[in-house]
């Protein structure tokens, strides 16, 4: 079992850095690839970037590539999701979650969610 809390997110105007962290509790959460999902309400889940559990790889939407970065502090078992030039698009709530799987982008995959936070990017 592992256990995710959240936390970070909050209001921002575009061009603006949020950082949003996810601290990982449980047996073996250091083995899980660790992703970052985002929901706007009536839409579905998108993948947003992702991170393995042995660190070296990571996956980014590719509308967040170049902006986002997923990062993880191995020690602390948290998982950092460092958000810059934050548009009104990424307005959304934002998820971490984590799962024994390669398939980042896939939210069937992963069998432990954090309990969500609001990210609002205003104009």
């Known amino acids: 079992q592992v256990q995710l809390v959240q936390s970070g997110g909050g209001v921002a105007q575009a061009g603006d850095s949020l950082t949003l962290s996810c601290t990982a509790t449980?047996?073996?959460?250091?083995?899980?690839?660790m992703g970052w999902f985002r929901q706007v309400s009536g839409k579905e889940r998108e993948f947003v970037a992702g991170?393995?559990?042995?660190?070296?790889?990571?996956k980014y939407k590719a509308s967040v590539e170049g902006r986002f970065t997923v990062s993880r502090a191995r020690a602390k078992n948290i998982v950092l999701l460092q958000m810059n030039s934050l548009q009104p698009e990424d307005t959304a709530v934002y998820y971490c979650?984590?799962?024994?799987?390669?398939?980042?982008?896939?939210?069937?995959?992963?069998?432990?969610w954090g309990q969500g936070t609001q990210v609002t990017v205003s104009s």
């Open positions: 991170i393995s559990g042995s660190g070296p790889t990571t």
């Open positions: 979650a984590a799962g024994l799987t390669m398939e980042f982008h896939k939210p069937l995959e992963y069998d432990y």
């Open positions: 449980g047996r073996s959460s250091g083995a899980y690839t």
